[in-house]
């Protein structure tokens, strides 16, 4: 009728497309996390020498 042939199934790429997407997403969401506790790691070792300071001379 509108003189398109028939074609086969593109299932296959899209997959591939929802696999990669996926698999990219998770690639960057994986990189902000170990950046993110990148940057906080100087603060935990801050508040643990807090403590430790603070505690200190309640002990001794």
């Given at each position: 009728?509108?003189?398109?042939?028939?074609?086969?199934?593109d299932?296959?790429?899209?997959?591939?497309?929802l696999?990669g997407?996926?698999?990219?997403v998770?690639?960057?969401?994986?990189?902000i996390?170990?950046?993110?506790?990148?940057?906080?790691?100087?603060?935990?070792?801050?508040?643990?020498?807090?403590?430790?300071?603070?505690?200190?001379?309640l002990?001794g």
């Amino acid at each position: 009728m509108g003189g398109h042939a028939q074609q086969g199934s593109d299932k296959g790429a899209a997959f591939m497309g929802l696999i990669g997407g996926a698999v990219l997403v998770g690639a960057i969401l994986y990189g902000i996390v170990i950046w993110t506790n990148g940057k906080f790691e100087g603060h935990e070792a801050e508040k643990k020498a807090a403590v430790a300071v603070s505690v200190s001379p309640l002990v001794g």
